[in-house]
């Protein structure tokens, strides 16, 4: 079975500031791990995926996540919070060559203070 | 281009009575993904259809709600005797085929049952 666990349900730092999420997957095999924000009122809109290409994976808006298997990690980060930057996020995992259905964290609310 | 579009956005609905949810992928998508989220926690899969085909119905509950995707028009959410357990945001996600791991997400239709 896959799972996911995000530390923290909120986020809260300055504007400039490092951004840091934390996602810890769990799996049996090879997974592919994915990043999502969602805006308020809004659907979720994809970040940055890892599907066992490069470990550093730079996505959108500045964001990247890295990969680190013998932690079991896949921290999402940015050098500098913005304003804009406050949402949701949430991280997904699903199995490479299993299910094709990804499984949710409960989300991460990051709040960016000015 | 056209997101994915989703309505309505909100709908509210008394304990008993039926919700249909609507949504209409993005042009060229031909697979459809179905998920919940309850407050505070991350989506949950329901179901994946194609265009006249449920490819998996693994996360619908097996009473009281159905989903199609017919050959034309948008895809359906369905639930009959609504609860109030049921109130939560439903979101529609759509990917071209065979590219199951990049999903559009529509904005969600928000259902409240009184």
């Known amino acids: 079975a896959q799972s996911v666990t995000q530390l923290g349900s909120h986020v809260s730092v300055s504007e400039g500031a490092l951004v840091l999420l934390r996602c810890n997957y769990s799996?049996?095999?090879?997974?592919?791990l994915f990043w999502y924000v969602q805006y308020p009122n809004q659907g979720l809109q994809l970040l940055l995926k890892?599907?066992?290409?490069?470990?550093l994976v730079k996505g959108i808006n500045g964001f990247e996540a890295e990969f680190k298997k013998s932690e079991t990690s896949f921290h999402l980060t940015k050098p500098s919070a913005h304003m804009s930057d406050a949402a949701e996020y949430f991280c997904?995992?699903?199995?490479?060559?299993?299910?094709?259905?990804?499984?949710f964290g409960r989300g991460t609310s990051l709040i960016v203070h000015p | 281009n056209a997101g994915v579009m989703q309505n309505p956005r909100h709908l509210v609905r008394r304990r008993g009575q039926e919700a249909r949810l609507r949504c209409s992928p993005m042009?060229?998508?031909?697979?459809v993904y179905w998920y919940r989220q309850l407050p505070e926690e991350g989506l949950k899969f329901m179901v994946y259809?194609?265009?006249?085909?449920?490819?998996?119905e693994s996360g619908m509950p097996k009473e009281r709600f159905s989903a199609e995707f017919p050959k034309e028009g948008p895809s359906i959410l369905r639930i009959q005797q609504v609860v109030r357990g049921d109130s939560a945001a439903y979101f529609c996600?759509?990917?071209?085929?065979?590219?199951?791991?990049?999903?559009?997400f529509g904005p969600g239709t928000r259902l409240t049952v009184l």
């Open positions: 890892y599907t066992s290409a490069a470990t």
């Open positions: 799996s049996s095999v090879p997974p592919y």
């Open positions: 259809l194609q265009k006249e085909n449920i490819i998996d």
């Open positions: 996600a759509s990917s071209l085929s065979g590219e199951v791991d990049t999903q559009y």
């Open positions: 042009k060229g998508h031909s697979h």
């Open positions: 997904a995992v699903r199995v490479a060559g299993g299910s094709y259905i990804p499984t």
